[in-house]
């Protein structure tokens, strides 16, 4: 299995901003793509598919870019309730079951 | 909302234990994994499962590990011989048809090895 790399922070934001991260893949065959919000010893929730044409879901908004090879997250307005950690997860194509995880950012969301 | 459930939420057990989890996927999904998180590590896949067999493991999925689908809802993750280094959180998915569906996770099992 190749590489999912995060960058795995800790992002301090306060309450209220923007906060974008992104998330790079190495395997150029990668089919499908996720973002999901894994809490303290909890397991991973799916937060979003990633679609080549970029899809949105309230304030949350994800990016697939297939030629630099990366997937990106962005926050608009973000809460206390948003503080967790978030992992990218992808399937690798070619016949892969599974879905390789990055090591996840860790995003703290100050008052 | 349906989900993955799981059995037990914490499983202590002494080295060189068989330990059994145990997953309910979710009812009309026909592809079952699991996978496990180290303690300050990733989420790495170990197993799926298609249509009654394994359909992809990864290295870590070794000749220590099983699983099988006992009946019609239950989806089990044997380790035959437990060591120290299988402490882990060991979480359940399910997916509904194609593998590069969305996978949905169950809230884990613990297990401790001492």
């Known amino acids: 299995r190749k590489e999912v790399e995060q960058d795995p922070g800790p992002f301090n934001v306060p309450e209220g901003a923007t906060v974008a991260f992104n998330c790079t893949y190495s395997?150029?065959?990668?089919?499908?793509f996720f973002w999901y919000r894994q809490d303290c010893r909890k397991e991973p929730k799916l937060l979003m598919s990633?679609?080549?044409s970029g899809n949105e879901d309230g304030r949350f908004t994800a990016q697939l870019n297939r030629a630099s090879q990366y997937i990106s997250l962005l926050i608009r307005d973000s809460k206390l309730s948003d503080s967790a950690t978030y992992l990218c997860?992808?399937?690798?194509?070619?016949?892969?079951?599974?879905?390789?995880f990055g090591k996840g950012t860790h995003l703290i969301i100050q008052p | 909302e349906p989900e993955v459930t799981q059995t037990p939420s914490h499983q202590v057990t002494q080295m060189g234990q068989e330990v059994i989890l145990r997953c309910v996927p979710i009812s009309n999904h026909l592809y079952f994994y699991w996978y496990r998180q180290i303690l300050g590590q990733k989420v790495e896949f170990l197993v799926s499962f298609y249509n009654n067999e394994i359909s992809e493991k990864s290295e870590i999925f070794d000749d220590q590990f099983s699983v099988e689908r006992p009946d019609g809802s239950n989806f089990t993750l044997k380790i035959r011989s437990t060591k120290l280094e299988d402490s882990a959180m060991y979480f359940c998915?399910?997916?509904?048809?194609?593998?590069?569906?969305?996978?949905?996770f169950g809230p884990g099992t613990r297990l401790t090895v001492l």
């Open positions: 990633v679609y080549s």
């Open positions: 395997n150029s065959a990668s089919q499908s």
């Open positions: 998915a399910s997916s509904e048809e194609r593998r590069t569906d969305t996978q949905y």
């Open positions: 997860a992808v399937n690798e194509g070619g016949g892969a079951d599974g879905l390789t």
